[in-house]
């Protein structure tokens, strides 16, 4: 089944600790994104991905990091996570530029 | 958790009526739309998606009409059912950007039975 994956779907965390949000698309596309889903913000996109090894912020990329070694892995890296950082996330991959996301179920990150 | 649907306006519609949901895009260079359907604790779904070479796209109960002049996109859901109820998004693209979807807010569709 084509799919976007990501793991977990629901974490909480303490301020300060590093965590890793990991994302993985079974359908070779070549874009890749982060978003975060806030109420009363709707979605806003965190950091992209055109392909392996090209990565760039996207609206709100303050506090997060990405990489992209190989295609069909996309994680999302909290070094020093926050409160702010509470929210709702998805992963989505695309084939190509201009067409729509396939997105994953959502991790829902809760810090303390 | 809360839900993706609080602060958002709602539209309510009876069981086997014809819903129309608005969005108003913000840019005029956005050549690709999108309509999503997102359900309580999962992703935004895919519903259908129009091009700003046309003003009319068919589905299977869905139809998106693309008004370029006034930036104005809609979708008909016919004939309303219980599992259409959900959060609505519209999307555009501008295809010479990054493949960065940007969202509108969403509406809630709630069906009474």
């Known amino acids: 089944e084509a799919q976007v994956t990501q793991n977990p779907r629901y974490l909480i965390t303490v301020t300060g600790k590093k965590l890793t949000v990991t994302c993985s698309q079974n359908?070779?596309?070549?874009?890749m994104s982060w978003y975060r889903q806030d109420p009363g913000l709707g979605l806003r996109q965190i950091y992209y991905?055109?392909?392996?090894?090209?990565?760039d912020k996207g609206d709100v990329p303050e506090g997060y990091k990405v990489s992209r070694k190989e295609k069909r892995n996309f994680p999302l890296i909290l070094e020093s996570p926050s409160p702010n950082q509470t929210s709702l996330y998805f992963c989505?991959?695309?084939?190509?530029?201009?067409?729509?996301?396939?997105f994953g179920s959502g991790t829902r990150l809760t810090v303390v | 958790g809360e839900s993706v649907g609080l602060h958002l306006p709602t539209l309510s519609v009876q069981e086997g009526d014809n819903s129309i949901i608005n969005c108003a895009y913000s840019?005029?260079?956005?050549?690709?739309f999108i309509w999503y359907k997102q359900e309580s604790g999962k992703g935004p779904q895919f519903i259908i998606d129009?091009?700003?070479?046309?003003d009319k796209r068919q589905g299977q109960r869905v139809t998106v009409l693309l008004n370029k002049t006034v930036k104005h996109l809609s979708l008909q859901i016919a004939a309303t059912q219980p599992g259409d109820s959900a959060v609505y998004f519209c999307?555009?693209?501008?295809?010479?950007?990054?493949?960065?979807?940007?969202f509108g807010k969403g509406i809630t569709l709630s069906v009474r039975p």
């Open positions: 991905s055109m392909n392996v090894e090209v990565t």
């Open positions: 359908m070779n596309h070549e874009y």
């Open positions: 840019n005029s260079a956005s050549d690709y």
């Open positions: 129009i091009r700003s070479n046309m």
């Open positions: 989505a991959s695309s084939l190509l530029s201009g067409q729509g996301y396939t």
């Open positions: 999307a555009e693209n501008y295809t010479g950007a990054n493949s960065k979807l940007t």
